[in-house]
Every structure is written in structure tokens, then in C-alpha cells.
């Protein structure tokens, strides 16, 4: 359970996925355009090389901070093996296993670049036809799984990104008559972001929610005494993180800690527990700006020390 989050590394993922991907569109159009004739010349074999190997690169870099930031942030948590093995994590399953399986194209293809020399040049040649396959499964990622997908100028990278590779691919075969469709495909990503795979918008530091609430409970007794320690995390439009110490004597409960942290901005609203039930506390919290919050969650024990239930906000003078 993660307990605290940052903005940043929230940030960093979203920025450094999207870097990667306008990176990974430019070193494939350029391939494509490098690898044919232009202008009636064909580039030199070392000029191709460089492109892949250098754009392969940077692609790759911003590909790991990626993957880095989103395995220690905790607006979305992922262990190492959902990162690694396609289709083991529950969020989008296949569109998360997209961008695993790009990834580890784009790795493959990292290793037979660092092994040219020692491979035939054709051998070399044909497995960069995988840089197709992996432009495609993070296109498929990124329209999918990506955070802003529904975004306008999201969309419209996305866009102009599929007709640009499309039209250089249509070109490269000397299919100049295939432009046309190429550039009505590339209208394809606005169809699926704006419809089915549309994102809801979520709310940012909402003063007033209700959402499902998933965690456990850890418990510390003493002889007058006992502290019952909820964790949890609230999941729908507005996420957050909530924890409540609740201080038990002689079957009454105490004024003791309470803490909220809004995802994914990592605003943290900190005050008191007014009341404790059975299942359940109200809170009072304030958060840096002054405003305070009425919380209210309530549960059930699902299974040893886990809970499910609901937690709730609203404003309050």
C-alpha cells in the first residue's frame, strides 16, 4: 500500500511517454524517407544506421523513465512483474500489454543494432521492419492506456502522428495513390479516443465526492488502550489516499490523527477524527490553502484485516 505519492513522478510518467513516443514516430518516419529515395538519391547505408542508432536511443531513454516513474509512483501502483509480463496487471490489460511488448521489441532491436557488425547486413535490415510493430503497439498503448488520451491535442498528436508514418510508408513502396487513405486512417485515433475508448474526466482535489474504498486494518493493544490504524485508497473520478489512527479508551474514541492525500496531485489534508463507529470514522481535515473537509468512510472486513467500503467529502465552513 502506498501511503504517500508525488505529483512528479506522476508528471515525469505522462511527459517522458509521450516524449518517447513523438521521438520513436520521427526516428520511424525518418527511417522509412532515409531507407528509400528522395529527391532521386539513395542515402548512404551509415546514414540510415545513424539515425536508428541514435534515435533508438533517445527513444529507449525516455522509454525507461517512463517505466521508472511509473513503478515508484502511486496514482496507478505496478509491481516489477506487471511491468515486465504482458497482461498480469488489471488496468487495461491489453492495451497496458501494447507498451510492454513494444518496449521489449525496442530492446530486442537495441540488441541486434549493438550486434550488427557481427550479423549479416540483411539479417539487420529485416528485423528493423519491428520498428513498424512497435511504433504500432505504442500507438495501440498510448490511444488505449495513456492518461491524456482524450485529450485534444493529444488526440491530434496521435493523428498526425499515424497519417505521417502512413503517408512516408505509402511513398516508400511507390504507392503515391495511397496517400490519400493513409491521411483518412489517420482520422482512426480521433474515432476511438473520442468514442469507445474515451476517458472520463477526473475530478482534481474535489471538495465533494463519495468513492469506493479498498484497504486494511492494522491493530496495536495495550491494557487500557488500543490504536486501530486504517489504510486505505479511494478509487472513481477522484482518487486519494486516507489514513486514520484511531486512539480506542474504554470503548470511546479520541480526537486522533487523520490524513487524506488527493491523487494525483499529492495535496494533503490533515486534521482529526471527530467520531469512530464499529466500521467506520468521520473526520475533519484541513488542507494547505484553509479550506476544510468532512470526510466520512465507512467499511466491512472482507478478509482478515482487509476492508472495502466507501469514503466520502464534502466542504465544510
Sequence with gaps: MHLTSSPIDWYA??????????????????????????????????AVE????????????FIA????TIAIDSYLPFTLTQLAVPLTDGYRPIWTALGIVAAELLLALAVANR?????????????????????LGATGHGIGAGSDRSAPWMIAIYAVSTALVLTQLALRV??????????????????????????????WNAASFQESLTGRILQQRGSNASIVSMTGSGHGRQDVLVRADLLLVANSGERTAFRMEYLPSGQVCSGTVTQTRSFGFDGVCTLPDGSRRAVTAAWRLTSGPRLRGTVSSRSTA
Design 13 to 46: 510518467a505522462r511527459a517522458a511517454g509521450i516524449v518517447a513516443y513523438l521521438l520513436l514516430t520521427a526516428v520511424v518516419s525518418v527511417g522509412v524517407g532515409l531507407a528509400g529515395r528522395m529527391n532521386g538519391k539513395r542515402w548512404p547505408r551509415f
Design 174 to 203: 511507390g504507392r503515391p495513390r495511397l496517400v490519400p487513405i493513409a491521411l483518412g486512417i489517420g482520422l482512426l485515433p480521433v474515432l476511438l479516443a473520442a468514442g469507445p475508448l474515451h476517458r472520463a474526466h477526473r475530478a
Design 115 to 135: 550486434l550488427r557488425r557481427r550479423i549479416p547486413h540483411s539479417w539487420w535490415r529485416t528485423s528493423h521492419y519491428l520498428n513498424f510493430a512497435v511504433w
Design 50 to 61: 545513424d539515425v536508428h542508432r541514435f534515435g533508438g536511443i533517445l527513444v529507449g531513454t
Design 65 to 68: 523513465v517512463h517505466v521508472a
